[in-house]
């Protein structure tokens, strides 16, 4: 096994390609690994297609040479490979730490089957450890902000909301042009309701609860790499 985890579990994830696939391209460190190492496969004759999920990953496949298409051209794919802040043992994930959980989203659920790579720190008894981000439109950010609190106490949590900086103190704009507030909850023991709630708030595009998206997972520590499909719970 590779002594990087991260690139362990994205060599697993690259076993399950096939020529003709189409794929959707995860955001973050350890999908960046699974672009390469696709990458690799291209300039050695593999035929495949991918749809990024962000700019960044965008620009990872380009250099990697991996013919990229839209979802317009393949609005469903075969696979997508992406990686995950959180992930519990229902494979209900936290996602969005690198602010590209719309398209994350949208990608995933085009898909026929979503698969995470992560290392094993990512892997959770209880959601909620990691912020979480909520997409938000920047019209109206005061109120929709009220509005995401009171959804967050309903669903029997509760904790800190901040918006998400740049380094010069701005708002983080997303690839689609929206802000992201992140939710420091602790726990989130009852992530449907949650999702439900924050699904229902005016000016919230999307949140980084991923759940009955992911069908297995890939995740590496220091014994090897661990093989979790959503069917065996
Ligand atoms: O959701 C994501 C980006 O929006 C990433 O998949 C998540 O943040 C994990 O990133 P990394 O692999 O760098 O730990």
């Given at each position: 096994m590779s002594d990087n985890p991260k690139r362990a579990a994205a060599a697993a994830a690259l076993e399950l390609v096939r020529p003709g696939m189409k794929l959707g391209l995860g955001t973050g460190s350890t999908a960046a690994h699974f672009v390469e190492l696709l990458g690799v496969k291209v300039k050695a004759g593999l035929n495949v297609v991918g749809v990024p999920t962000s700019e960044a990953t965008r620009g990872l496949a380009k250099h990697a040479g991996i013919p990229l298409t839209t979802l317009e051209e393949a609005p469903e794919l075969d696979l997508t490979v992406d990686g995950a802040?959180?992930?519990?043992?229902r494979l209900r994930l936290i996602k969005g730490g690198g602010a590209a959980l719309l398209r994350e989203k949208i990608v995933a659920n085009a898909s026929k089957r979503m698969v995470v790579i992560a290392d094993s720190g990512k892997k959770v008894a209880m959601?909620?450890?990691?912020?979480?981000?909520?997409?938000?439109?920047?019209?109206?950010?005061?109120?929709?902000?009220?509005?995401?609190?009171?959804?967050?106490?309903?669903?029997?949590?509760?904790g800190e909301i901040r918006l998400r900086l740049r380094p010069d103190g701005h708002g983080l704009v997303t690839d689609s042009g929206h802000f992201i507030l992140d939710a420091s909850l602790g726990r989130i023991p009852d992530p449907e309701a949650l999702a439900d709630g924050l699904a229902a708030v005016p000016g919230v595009v999307e949140h980084g609860l991923f759940i009955g998206l992911a069908s297995e997972a890939f995740i590496a520590g220091p014994s090897g790499v661990e093989h979790i499909a959503r069917s065996s719970f």
């Amino acid at each position: 096994m590779s002594d990087n985890p991260k690139r362990a579990a994205a060599a697993a994830a690259l076993e399950l390609v096939r020529p003709g696939m189409k794929l959707g391209l995860g955001t973050g460190s350890t999908a960046a690994h699974f672009v390469e190492l696709l990458g690799v496969k291209v300039k050695a004759g593999l035929n495949v297609v991918g749809v990024p999920t962000s700019e960044a990953t965008r620009g990872l496949a380009k250099h990697a040479g991996i013919p990229l298409t839209t979802l317009e051209e393949a609005p469903e794919l075969d696979l997508t490979v992406d990686g995950a802040d959180e992930i519990d043992s229902r494979l209900r994930l936290i996602k969005g730490g690198g602010a590209a959980l719309l398209r994350e989203k949208i990608v995933a659920n085009a898909s026929k089957r979503m698969v995470v790579i992560a290392d094993s720190g990512k892997k959770v008894a209880m959601l909620g450890a990691f912020p979480l981000p909520i997409e938000v439109i920047q019209f109206g950010l005061e109120a929709t902000k009220r509005a995401v609190v009171k959804a967050i106490e309903r669903a029997g949590c509760q904790g800190e909301i901040r918006l998400r900086l740049r380094p010069d103190g701005h708002g983080l704009v997303t690839d689609s042009g929206h802000f992201i507030l992140d939710a420091s909850l602790g726990r989130i023991p009852d992530p449907e309701a949650l999702a439900d709630g924050l699904a229902a708030v005016p000016g919230v595009v999307e949140h980084g609860l991923f759940i009955g998206l992911a069908s297995e997972a890939f995740i590496a520590g220091p014994s090897g790499v661990e093989h979790i499909a959503r069917s065996s719970f």
